[in-house]
């Protein structure tokens, strides 16, 4: 935000600016979370499929079914780890709001005040822009976050059909020859 827009912002155009952003990171937070929550549910969906092909090793089928068998397990033992070191694992996120300490109250009212000689209302203003300018900032680090997460879901989705054509293809070919 310029220097000329803070000077222009009155006291009812800052505080709607600041509830916009709010209910914006708000929104953001929410789907990073959501991110999180389809990725467990994934991740559920591969132990179980890794439980699958150890069970077809375990009963020593033929070759073929041993072949799907370790392509399916190698596929999944990758998206697996993609899912717990890029989707699910402990990830930051920037929510709404700040400790009293985060928001140097011993600072900015004493500057706003004493050194710039604003008014009571004009520093409320200042410091309603400050926060849109930390509100900003976070809503810039959750996307690029939540854009690198959705990318290594989707990279496991892709994966997964990847391995379900190739194990598609082995299985009709196998049958298809004597």
């Known amino acids: 935000m310029t220097i000329e827009t803070r000077e222009l912002l009155t006291k009812e155009m800052a505080e709607h600016y ?3 952003a709010e209910q914006k990171l708000d929104y ?18 591969l132990i179980a499929t890794l439980t699958g092909f150890g069970w077809v090793l375990s009963r020593g089928q033929d070759g073929t079914y ?3 068998s370790i392509v399916g397990i ?15 694992s402990v990830h930051t996120i920037w929510c709404n709001g700040r400790t009293p300490e985060e928001m140097d109250i011993n600072t900015f009212p004493n ?4 050194e710039c000689k604003l008014s009571a209302e004009r520093a409320y203003i ?13 809503v810039v680090l959750n996307l690029k976050e939540y854009k690198d997460r959705i990318y290594f879901y989707k990279l496991c989705l ?3 059909v990847m391995t379900l054509g190739i ?9 298809l020859t004597p």
Do not use: H, P, R
Not at 126 to 138: F, T
Not at 167 to 175: A, D, G, N, R, T
């Open 18 to 20: 600041l509830k916009e």
């Open 28 to 45: 953001i937070v929410k789907i990073s979370n959501e991110i999180s929550e389809k990725g467990y549910k994934l991740l559920s969906l």
């Open 66 to 68: 041993l072949f799907v």
């Open 74 to 88: 190698a596929a999944s033992a990758l998206c697996c780890t993609i899912l717990l070191t890029k989707v699910v």
């Open 111 to 114: 500057y706003y005040m004493n």
């Open 126 to 138: 200042e410091s309603i822009a400050d926060e849109l300018e930390s509100i900003q900032n976070k």
């Open 158 to 160: 892709d994966i997964i």
């Open 167 to 175: 194990c598609s293809v082995i299985m009709i070919w196998s049958s």
